[in-house]
Every structure is written in C-alpha cells, then in structure tokens.
C-alpha cells in the first residue's frame, strides 16, 4: 500500500532514500569518541582473528560488489590477504581453506542459497565463518560462527539499494576492527577514515539533493539499447554494481568493466552516441589513478562516445570530457562507493519507469534465491 511505501511510488525509491539513516544505524555504537571500533558482538575471539593468514569473502549480486570493495579495504589497512569470490562458483573448485581463513559471508537476506552452500564448505574445512546480513535471525548467521548485523531495516524492493550501502560499512567496519584487534600500526589516515565514516551518513544525503539532473539524463536515454560502466580500483565494482541495476531494472544490455581492460577489448564496443558512465576516484592522493581514468575519458570520447561522468565535486580536470557531469562530495578513496553508487541506483530506477518496467518486482527475479 501507499502507506506502506511511505508516500513514495516504490518501495525503491523509499529504501534510497532510507540510505542516510541506514548508513548511520549500521555505524551506530560500533565506533567509539576516541575512534576505537567497538565490534564485541563479532563473537570470534582475538586471538583468533589474530592468527587469521587470509580472508576469503563469499557473496552473490550486489552483495559480491560489496565483497568487491571489502578486499580493497582489507588489504590495504590490515595487509592480510583476501579473495572475493562468488558464492556459486567457491565451493566447486576445491578451495583452500584451513583454520586460519576467515570466511566472511555476505548476504542482505541471509538465504541466498549458494552463499550458504558456500559457507558450509568453509566451516568443514575449518574456516571460521563472520556473516554480514541484513536479516536477524536468518540461516546463513545461523550456521556462521559470528555476524555483524547491518540494520539497515527491512528491504523490501528486489533490487537491492540500502542493504549495498550497508554491507559496505559494515565491511570497512570489519577491516578496520581486523586492523585494531592485531595491533596494525595506523597512521593518521586510518584516523582520518574513521572520522569521514561517521560522517558518510551527511554526504550520501548531499547526494540525495542532487539527484534530479540524473533523473532527467535518465530519460532521454530510456531508447538506448546499452549503456557501459567504467570504473578503476573501488570504482570498478560502482561500475558493476550500475550495469547489474540497469540490466535487472531497465532490462537494458549494461556491462561494467575495469577502464584498464578497455583497450584489451571492450573499447571495440565505443561508437557514436553510447552513453557510457565513467567512477572518477578522488583527485586527491592517488592522482596517478586519476589520471588514468581522465585518459580513458578522452579515449572513448575520441571515438565518439556520450560521457556521463561521476567524480568529485570540484574536479576540474574532467569536466572538459564530461557531456553530463555528476558531482558527489570529497570522501577518501575506499570510501568514495559509498556516494557513488547512489547516483546509479537513482539512475536505474528512473530508467525502469521511464521504460515502464515494474520497479520493485522486475521479471524473472525473487528478492531471495533460496535455490542454487
Ligand atoms: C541485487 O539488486 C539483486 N537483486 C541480487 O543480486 C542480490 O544482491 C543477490 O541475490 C544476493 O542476495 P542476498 O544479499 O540476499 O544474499
């Protein structure tokens, strides 16, 4: 009921728009005044998280994206080693685990089927197993030996919007506790990234508010029949997670790809007129990653392109290469998804009505894949 979407059209458009607070609840409690992470529900002992020699992050759709950028964060704060692999595609090819992999499961629904098959595998290897869900009391933290609720509030629409937003704060929360609880030498960056999390909740707002050009640019491109994604590091997964809510929402062709794999193929794919969206990470620090993406810009450009671009409000050097410029806030680097993802989820949903596509229920997708 109309009620029950709380005045909005869709349950979509009501669980974007939920995102600041959900980002918030997810944040709530678990970091301290001083900065310290306060994760003692993760009821795996730190003994045992000290001894962990690789994290393997199991995960399906959106979630895996989550998984995605997790083991950017992982990596680099905690320096331990970590994989992302699709919970479908995990336990079929004899995975290497032993008591010193932490598995970590991710699921908003806390059913999906191959995520479980996937953690069950890992747990009679030995594998301790920390779910990320969204869902209290569902299987997969059930059968887990710990798990870091989101809360993100019930999700409701198929595509999934504030639960993805969730998994990755709880992700970075999960990275930086790794990091606390075995004594990494922090300097002022980790510092610095914890105080821009528990602001993150007022950007993603900010972005919220400026959310009608893409609403617009959405539909004049409600005829095309492809749109493609770019990204590089933590914007290579925003890209995939753009092209997966095109594709189930709009039943669009939409294919995200890492901007340094274009020339080794996907650039054959550029011709007149393709809107392709580019993730422009931060000018700031890692300006050799900035640069590379402004070639790739000029690159598809050059061969004709129509590019929409997501970067940092203030960018200059992009603007020139830009046909549709949509600015979001400053955030550091690994924290950059968690604005940018929000101008896709808005562009996707104004694209399926556009289109006349039922948002919430699009076809041939359940909200949770209980089978394999
Ligand atoms: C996202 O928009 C999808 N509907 C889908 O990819 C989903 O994220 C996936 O099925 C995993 O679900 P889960 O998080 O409930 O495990």
Not at 265 to 277: F, H, R, S
Request: with cysteine; charged share 25%.
């Amino acid at each position: 009921s109309a009620a029950e979407k709380g005045g909005y059209d869709y349950f979509m458009l009501k669980e974007i728009a939920e995102q600041p607070k959900a980002v918030a609840d997810t944040l709530l409690g678990r970091i301290d005044l001083a900065g310290n992470l306060c994760l003692d529900e993760v009821r795996i002992p730190a003994p045992v998280l000290r001894e962990v020699s690789k994290v393997v992050i199991v995960a399906c759709g959106t979630a895996s994206h989550a998984g995605m950028i997790a083991k950017y964060a992982i990596e680099h704060w905690t320096r331990i080693p970590c994989e992302m692999e699709l919970a479908s595609e995990f336990r079929y090819r004899d995975p290497i685990l032993d008591q010193r992999t932490l598995v970590i499961a991710i699921s908003q629904s806390g059913e999906t089927m191959d995520t479980l098959m996937a953690l069950r595998h890992a747990r009679e290897q030995g594998a301790k197993v920390l779910a990320i869900c969204n869902t209290n009391g569902s299987t997969i933290p059930r059968e887990s030996d710990a798990v870091l609720y989101t809360h993100a509030g019930p999700e409701v629409a198929v595509a999934s919007t504030k639960a993805f937003l969730t998994q990755l704060v709880a992700c970075y929360l999960v990275a930086l506790y790794l990091g606390q609880v075995r004594g990494t030498k922090w300097g002022d960056e980790i510092l610095s990234v914890i105080r821009e999390l528990s602001e993150i909740a007022t950007q993603v707002e900010e972005v919220l508010e400026t959310m009608e050009p893409v609403r617009e640019l959405a539909r004049t491109l409600a005829d095309k029949n492809t749109v493609l994604f770019l990204g590089r590091h933590v914007g290579y997964p925003v890209a995939l997670e753009g092209a997966l809510k095109l594709k189930e929402l709009a039943y669009m062709h939409a294919e995200g790809f890492a901007a340094g794999e274009l020339k080794h193929g996907p650039i054959a794919l550029i011709e007149q007129d393709v809107p392709v969206v580019v993730v422009v990470p931060s000018p700031r620090g890692r300006s050799v990653l900035h640069d590379k993406i402004v070639s790739n810009i000029q690159e598809i450009r050059a061969r004709g392109a129509r590019t929409i671009v997501i970067a940092e409000r203030g960018d200059e050097t992009v603007a020139p290469y830009a046909d549709h410029l949509i600015e979001i806030p400053a955030t550091p680097t690994l924290l950059q998804p968690l604005v940018a993802t929000v101008p896709l989820q808005v562009f996707a949903c104004e694209l399926a009505t556009a289109r006349g596509n039922e948002v919430d229920q699009p076809r041939n997708l359940a909200k949770s894949v209980t089978v394999e």
